[in-house]
C-alpha cells in the first residue's frame, strides 16, 4: 500500500467514525470537498499543513493519523 492510499484510508475512517461528510470536513478545515474526495482516493498527497488542518478539524493529533498511516503501510492496521 503507498503512504497515499494509506493517508485516504485513515481520513476517510476518522472522518465516517465524526460522522461529518467530505463537504462538512472541507468546510472545517478550509478545504474543497473535492479535494478530500482525492485525498482519500489516494489520488493527491496533502501537505504536512494540509494534514494539520485536516487533524485539527477531526479532532485528532497528527502524530496519531500519521503513527496509523505508517502501520497501514507496514500493514498493521485495516
Known sequence: ????????????????????????????ASLHRTYISLIERGLKSPTINTVVRICEALEISP????????????????
Do not use: P
Open 63 to 78: 502524530d496519531v493519523f500519521l503513527k496509523h498511516v505508517m502501520q497501514r503501510v507496514a500493514g498493521k492496521r485495516k
Open 1 to 28: 500500500m503507498t503512504i497515499e492510499e494509506a493517508v485516504g484510508q485513515e481520513l476517510r475512517l476518522c472522518r465516517t467514525k465524526k460522522g461529518l461528510s467530505q463537504e462538512n470536513l472541507g468546510f472545517e
